[in-house]
């Protein structure tokens, strides 16, 4: 099966500009997580969807990031504007609704670099 | 949200097994462990998860003390590859939500 796909790998801006990374899931899941790993940190939990709903998005800091998942398939996450601070790895996972225990798969991330 | 601790870093030498643990000691009874690793440059895998017995599969074996309270994640054998952080998570499955909130892991180093 074809793994979860992210868009741009790399990308770097200056502050005060925005940006938008994608995310296309594994097919069939319905689940969808945004999570923003800082260099020599563990990933933290941005936002959950399932479907096209908001599970959580208590950690996002709703002031300049918003997430979006029209269709309950493929998800964008848009930073406007950006800080110097928000340069990380950000990461999309999807799995099988939560009931089912099953495990989550992750894309390789987009390396955000702020300027 | 239930936490979880975990030593920085570990090493291993080659072809010899590692055990990793991990305190969950407010895990709740319905909060599966699970073990996660990442590799430089790429996104956490997964590795395994148990909820009270132990647990094996071709990648590692998991081991789960009887109070729940900790858990160990077995490498049988450890090789070059196996060089990565590994995490431990509590699956909070409050509300029906299923999070997973990682914490800083272990680097494991595995020396030639």
């Known amino acids: 099966e074809a793994g979860v796909a992210q868009s741009p790998r790399y990308k770097i801006i200056e502050k005060r500009q925005s940006v938008a990374f994608w995310c296309n899931p594994i097919?069939?899941?319905?689940?969808l997580y945004w999570y923003q790993q800082i260099l020599g940190q563990g990933p933290k939990l941005l936002i959950q969807f399932q479907n096209n709903g908001v599970v959580d998005d208590s950690q996002l800091p709703k002031d300049r990031f918003s997430a979006e998942r029209l269709k309950g398939v493929d998800s964008t996450l848009k930073i406007q504007p950006a800080k110097l601070e928000d340069s990380a790895v950000y990461l999309c996972?999807?799995?099988?609704?939560?009931?089912?225990?099953?495990?989550?798969?992750f894309g390789n991330g987009t390396r955000l670099t702020v300027t | 949200d239930a936490k979880t601790t975990q030593p920085n870093s570990m090493e291993s030498n080659e072809e010899e097994p590692v055990h990793l643990p991990c305190n969950h000691s407010?895990?709740?009874?319905?909060?599966?462990i699970h073990w996660y690793r990442q590799l430089p440059s790429q996104g956490p895998e997964y590795v395994i998860h148990g909820l009270t017995s132990n647990v094996n599969n071709r990648m590692a074996s998991l081991a789960i003390a009887e109070d729940r309270k900790s858990s160990t994640l077995i490498l049988h054998r450890a090789t070059l590859r196996d060089a990565a952080v590994y995490y431990c998570i509590l699956r909070d499955d409050t509300s029906g939500t299923y999070k997973y909130i990682f914490g800083t892991g272990t680097r494991l180093k595995v020396l030639a």
């Open positions: 407010t895990i709740s009874g319905t909060d599966y």
């Open positions: 097919s069939g899941h319905a689940t």
């Open positions: 996972a999807s799995s099988l609704p939560g009931q089912h225990n099953s495990p989550l798969h």
